[in-house]
């Protein structure tokens, strides 16, 4: 799944990784992580590790624009399909992502139709949407590709965060916008917004995560979650989840930390160990 100079610049990446096997074929769901270091040679080498896909998250990691510019070249060059997750649900914020080469924007805290609306709007050039023109830059090829203004909106896509049960109960509504590619879940803040923050293996906590797989199934719609172990990821793409991501780069190295340290110290490792992510 290279992402090479020379790929047709129309192409989505993560939208071809959900249609493409995964890596491994035991696990058959397209397999991501978060990417939260900021840390070039950790992005890229996570694809060359054998991700599907990698998120960039501008939400909770304290990434600006240069930096995510720098991650969106590292993860191409190891293979994966790149996600930038935004800060919020914001047109201008979508706009310089776009600008700088992302095709795939995650819009976290999306309550209802019209908010989905928005974030599709924002990620297309009319008559389709309102992303402001541009045509030089990097998702433009620097210019040389000439058929940007007319094609661009073929390559972009749009993810949408689901975190509450508001918007969990309005999930159909959400997904039927058009230009929405696929929903997300996303367990912590859903956790908190039922009074159990945190707590993924709460029954109430997993009774809803299972219910919104099984909606979105219904319906033909795309989803996915993040997990903080391999366990609980398999139980996700149980549930019917169709693409997952495990733990972060920050998660995963500060798990494997713990355990290095308690096995030199003859000690038990931390069960908390890296976080839920």
């Known amino acids: 799944m290279a992402t090479g100079i020379n790929h047709d610049p129309t192409r989505n990446t993560f939208r071809d990784a959900l249609k493409q096997p995964a890596n491994s074929t035991m696990r ?7 990417l939260m270091s900021g ?12 991700f599907d896909w990698l998120l960039v998250d501008m939400e909770h990691a304290p990434l600006e624009f240069t930096d995510v510019q720098h991650l969106l070249r590292a993860v191409e060059c190891g293979g994966a399909a790149a996600i930038v997750r935004l800060a919020r649900n914001d ?13 795939t924007l995650m819009f976290p805290y999306v309550q209802d139709p019209e908010e989905a609306r928005a ?8 008559p389709l949407g309102t992303r402001g023109f541009a045509a030089m830059h ?13 094609r661009a909106n073929e390559a972009t896509a749009c993810i949408v965060q689901l ?41 109430e906590v997993r009774a809803v995560l299972a219910d919104c797989a099984r909606r979105a199934n219904a319906i033909g ?26 733990a972060s780069d920050m998660g995963m190295v500060m798990r494997q930390a713990n355990a290095f340290i308690a096995e030199l110290d003859q000690v038990q490792a931390s069960a908390n160990a890296g976080g839920p992510y």
Request: aromatic share 8%; charged share 20%; hydrophobic share 50%.
């Open 28 to 34: 058959a769901k397209p397999l991501g992580t978060w």
């Open 39 to 50: 840390a070039p040679a950790t992005a890229e080498a996570l694809g060359h590790a054998g």
């Open 91 to 103: 047109a201008t914020l979508a706009k310089r992502a776009l600008d700088m080469g992302a095709s």
């Open 119 to 126: 974030a599709v709007a924002s990620i297309k050039f009319p």
């Open 138 to 150: 990097r998702a433009s090829r620097y210019g040389t590709w000439s058929e940007f203004g007319k």
């Open 163 to 203: 975190e509450t049960p508001e918007a969990v109960a309005q999930l159909e509504a959400i997904a039927a916008v058009p230009g929405v590619d696929a929903l997300f879940v996303g367990p912590g803040d859903l956790s908190a917004a039922m009074g159990k923050i945190g707590n993924l293996a709460d029954p």
């Open 221 to 246: 719609m795309p989803i996915g979650i993040v997990g903080p172990t391999p366990a609980m990821v398999r139980e996700f793409i149980d549930m019917g989840y169709d693409y997952v991501a495990i």
